[in-house]
């Protein structure tokens, strides 16, 4: 789905990029979300050009009769008039102001949620094939387009078109044979505007596109800016993101020139129009078949329609740009999960006792199907039992861990919990029911109360805290400047490899599921924190169904049972004394890995 979006949006010709600014029909049901703000917004909105229509009347008035000298009062009267219709559209454009602006924030605000929320729940293979920073640009550059096209540029469009239409009515009633010369000049107008609008869409889509990858690139770089510097690579990635942003001023210059030239092109024929206007009209005025006040009049409401068409010339370019970002953002909200819940998912009761089957899986990545990860995988783990999985890198270990938390759907065979097939349950219904403790610690620039909260929504502090202790995490907290409310940084750069593990530990503990997955839980300990937290995780395994990824032999010594692995196969099962006997490739691993702690390991497990 997303290869399919990415051709559709690379693809200068498709029948998308004719739409024009049909994208932004998208935002309709933002908008009538707040009805009510919309109807005000649109009434103010009429009043100001209602307001604005009434003032060439009253020129015309006080330059016919006012002039007169048949009574001067009149003129103090019509100025009097003149000057609370231009306090009545003062008001009113205030208030079309605000009203239009709290709409775009609001919509923008609840576009951004809907798109976030959306981006949390779309499957593994989406993230497979796409960069965080290219979404990230699409949350935020794109809807800021939005947002200043949608509040100011919408209102200020159909302002203008009211006004543009207003005029050109009250241009006719004055003045039919003058109107045509006016009315004339608009199809010259409107035919190179739509087209120039395209051309604009394109060019400011494509200046987007590379915004977002410069972007990506970006947040590549400097999320990993030690390595950056450590290998000396700073002119380079300068270097590259300056080319990057180069293009993409590029892109945003070619849509500017088209602007430009519309903008330009716009003004003249208009101009134009009202030179020639103003010549046949003072003609009229010497052979008096027009009055003075009925040529400033019909000058008055020529200079309106144009202004309003030449400023709806500038704000279609804006839209223009602004339906490109509607567009992209579009491509992500019609992406569909390809991991989901069924329309009617079963419930999962007894998970506690729950036996986890894995019956004939196999899975390859997506785009590599020629390359099974898994190959007709057949295991049963029974409730409360640990399970270690051992192998080289590759075999498939954690893609089992993957399909277990349904990350992934096997291509052939099927997972089940409690009898359940995984496919039949709500994927959070599953996921609700495990803890994950990752090879890499995923820890967030937030408080170490809120990494570890992040386990379980709503727990307390004393709660965090009896989690952080159990995972042996609470010492060296409480030694940090804040205690439990330290930032600890993004990514958790202010902690070592050991204190970020042992947060993701006391998350999982907290969480207290009844499957539980370590995914080489310790292997970013020093000695003495393994030996503490070893401990915590034996506490934690009790009475739980639990499946282990690791090399090291306190973890594969105690397990129930040994899963050797190997080019996404189960090639051994037993325990470690069966295994070494068995003189396989467990007994290899084993030799090349523990070398010395599997020396003392045997000295340990033999008998008197």
């Not at 080289?392 to 099927?414: E, I, N, W």
Request: glycine content about 6%; some cysteine; aromatic content about 6%.
């Amino acid at each position: 789905m997303w290869n399919d979006t990415v051709a559709r949006r690379q693809t200068p010709d498709n029948t998308q990029t004719r739409k024009s600014l049909k994208p932004l029909a998208r935002l309709l049901p933002y908008l009538k979300r707040y009805r009510t703000m919309t109807f005000m917004a649109l009434t103010a909105l009429v009043a100001a050009a209602v307001f604005t229509l009434i003032l060439p009347t009253a020129v015309r008035r006080m330059i016919d009769q006012g002039f007169s000298g048949d009574n001067p009062g009149l003129i103090n009267s019509y100025f009097g008039m003149l000057l609370g219709v231009v306090a009545a559209l003062a008001a009113a454009s205030a208030i079309r102001y605000f009203l239009v602006m709290w709409i775009g924030e609001r919509v923008v605000a609840d576009l951004r949620a809907d798109v976030f929320s959306h981006l949390t729940r779309l499957s593994a293979s989406f993230y497979d094939k796409s960069r965080s920073g290219e979404i990230l640009s699409r949350l935020t550059a794109d809807t800021t387009q939005i947002k200043s096209a949608f509040g100011a540029s919408a209102s200020q469009a159909m302002r203008n078109l009211v006004m543009c239409i207003g005029s050109s009515v009250m241009m006719v009633i004055t003045s039919p044979h003058l109107s045509v010369i006016v009315l004339a000049a608009i199809p010259v107008i409107l035919v190179p505007l739509v087209g120039f609008g395209r051309k604009v869409r394109k060019r400011s889509r494509a200046a987007q596109d590379t915004l977002a990858d410069s972007a990506a690139y970006a947040g590549e770089m400097l999320s990993s800016v030690r390595i950056l510097q450590a290998f000396t690579q700073e002119e380079t990635a300068s270097a590259r993101f300056a080319a990057a942003a180069n293009t993409a001023f590029h892109a945003a210059r070619t849509a500017t020139l088209a602007r430009a030239f519309l903008t330009g092109f716009a003004i003249f024929i208009i101009g134009a129009s009202i030179v020639a206007v103003l010549w046949i009209g003072a003609n009229s005025v010497l052979a008096g078949t027009m009055t003075g006040g009925e040529l400033s009049q019909f000058l008055l409401y020529s200079i309106l329609a144009a202004g309003s068409l030449a400023t709806l010339s500038e704000i279609w370019g804006e839209l223009s740009s602004a339906a490109g970002a509607a567009e992209r953002l579009a491509e992500l909200l019609e992406i569909t999960p390809e991991i989901d819940a069924p329309a009617q998912p079963r419930p999962l009761p007894g998970a506690h006792n729950a036996p986890i089957e894995f019956q004939s899986a196999s899975f390859s990545y997506q785009g590599a199907a020629d390359r099974p990860v898994l190959k007709n995988v057949s295991l049963t783990i029974k409730p409360g039992e640990t399970v270690a999985l051992v192998g080289p890198s590759g075999a498939g270990k954690s893609t089992l861990f993957h399909l277990l938390t349904r990350f992934y759907d096997p291509v052939d065979g099927a997972v089940t919990f409690n009898g359940i097939n995984l496919k039949d349950l709500d994927p959070q219904d599953l996921r609700h029911n495990i803890a994950l403790v990752p090879q890499d610690a995923a820890i967030f620039a937030e408080t170490i109360a809120e990494n570890i909260g992040f386990g379980r929504v709503g727990a307390s502090r004393q709660e965090i805290e009896s989690a952080a202790k159990a995972a042996s995490a609470h010492d060296f907290i409480m030694a940090l400047p804040e205690g439990y409310d330290t930032m600890v940084g993004e990514r958790g750069v202010t902690l070592s490899g050991g204190q970020k593990q042992r947060l993701t530990i006391a998350r999982a503990i907290l969480r207290d599921a009844p499957v539980l997955l370590l995914d080489e839980a310790t292997s970013a300990l020093d000695a003495e924190s393994e030996h503490l937290v070893q401990g915590a995780l034996d506490r934690l395994m009790q009475g739980r169904t639990t499946l282990v990824i690791a090399h090291r032999l306190a973890t594969v010594l105690k397990a129930d049972r040994i899963i050797v692995m190997d080019a996404g196969q189960i090639v051994e099962t037993g325990t470690h004394r069966d295994l070494v006997a068995a003189n396989g490739l467990y007994a290899k691993l084993a030799r090349l890995q523990f070398d010395t702690a599997h020396a003392e390991a045997e000295k340990a497990v033999a008998p008197a």
